[in-house]
């Protein structure tokens, strides 16, 4: 029921989904009345759909905290549930995130280890697609929390892009080791020292995010947002100031259709929508977040990423990489205690 | 002496000034057996330019600490020296920032009721030019540092782009009041009863940066710093990207032939070295610090924000706002001890 249009994007998003995933199947919460209608209109979902009616959802303004007091039976609390309860894999909402957020941590807890959850997504770069975490779940951050945000990123990397050893770093005001807070200098003392299965490689600045000289960008949930929205900013910025000067005489309208196949192809490598799809990491279960405003095929992308997720074992790949990590640091204590 | 290329772009730089401000003079600060065959090279320099000549420069990989220890005869310490003694009204350099900051910071102390001085610029948003502070001079900052950053911020627009009440916003992960860490909301809360000759309009998002939603973004210097190297980071890569695109075919080289002035005016409004010269503010003395990659007009632009500055009194503005807000604060305490 979320997002800025509602159903009709999210069964449309299904559709597209299911073709491009045959066996994925459906549990979808919220209004049948709204819903059963839409579903009908694409054959192709006829046999992988269950309507769950509730005449209950979580609005766009309310806070996290009423939706967590009387959301529970909303359709978001409910595809959480089902969540917890192993009926699905996976959540999908384009729902309100600080809602979402609030009643994903509430219901599902936090995996062991990981002391706080982290919102990531893709982001795309000069030479393909980035992780970047926190991208705004935690305002305030310790040197652990960006610790268990790389380890989480480096198994996002490993799951959705296939990534062997992906190389992860931390985002800050200069490469160099003396540059940042303590709390950064700490956490980059930790990764540089632990044996995990990333390539480590220290700090990275604001340059570096659109560059994809990492492929992994761990941050606070601060940073991280402000970077986010800046990026999307800018790029949407350039993107209304070529289309105004693009249509600014007869020769540029000219100059427009003979480039257009090639700047088509560079809108689509930026479109949000095709890295639609948010992940709430360090759960017990999985939700994702898809933009409010993304298209039918933004939402299936973030379907993909789920299914992604949910069959490559990324909670497997965390918890194991967490012992590692915790493994190595009780030798170390061991160490310097003998 | 400083910058990537060294002392060309800055007299090549001087020497654009110059045409564009007839009354400027200059004070060259280092290597004479460099610097005198340049300025002879530009006869418009003849005779406004004084060379006082020293061997002494700081390294682009000098630490602060080092170059503060070593750097007072260098040719950044002199051109600071200069300022502090009112022999130049603003000193502008190309060279190492740490370096620039700490030996400003040092040598001009801060001004009266400002705590830390802070690293302001003009940004490009699609409909004009924003202030935003700090840039990286403090990583981590109280509320009433940016308190103080706002004050300074404010005076910069108004000084510079010639705004009477500019709008100011605070840089924050969302626009409601709950949003943000303690240190932000304690900013927006003095901001909003304090009485300054600003619009204040609260927080702003990474997209207001480049929306150029408000005239004055405040925020810490981490944060700041991120944010303005993503900008930039991204505002690179889709020219490249546009670039590549647009001689990917011949088609597409036939349609950029045509777009051509479009395309062009549009580059020239992101173009970096038309919004450089960052601005040290808050000290007893006006430093400027020029993009060590800027061209010579880059280098001229900077000049002219010192000029601007050093002839609309800047200080005089900022230490008056500053009185008016302590005025303020003090009358609050007296009511609430009432």
Known sequence: MGGDIGPQVVIEGASIARERLPDVKFLIFGDETKIAPLVTKYPILKDCCEIHHTDKFVSAEEKPGQALRRGRDSSMGLSIQAVKDGKARSAVSAGNT??????????????????????????????????????????????????????????????VLGLATPSVALLNVGVEELKGNEIIKNADKMLRDANLPMDYVGFTEGHGLANGEVDVVVTDGFTGNVALKTAEGTARMIAGMLKSALSDSVFSKIGYLFAKPALMSLKNHLDPNNHNGAVFMGLNGLVIKSHGSASASGFASAIGVAADMASNDLAGKITKDLQRFEKHEGDEIEDKTI
Chains 1, 2 share one sequence.
């Open 98 to 159: 600080g809602a979402l957020m609030a009643m994903s941590k509430f219901m599902l807890r936090t995996m062991p280890g990981i002391d706080r959850p982290a919102l990531a997504s893709l982001l795309p770069t000069s030479c393909g697609e980035s992780v970047m975490l926190d991208l705004g779940a935690n305002v305030e951050c310790g040197a652990n929390n960006l610790v268990q945000f790389a380890i989480m990123g480096a198994a996002f990397s490993r799951t």
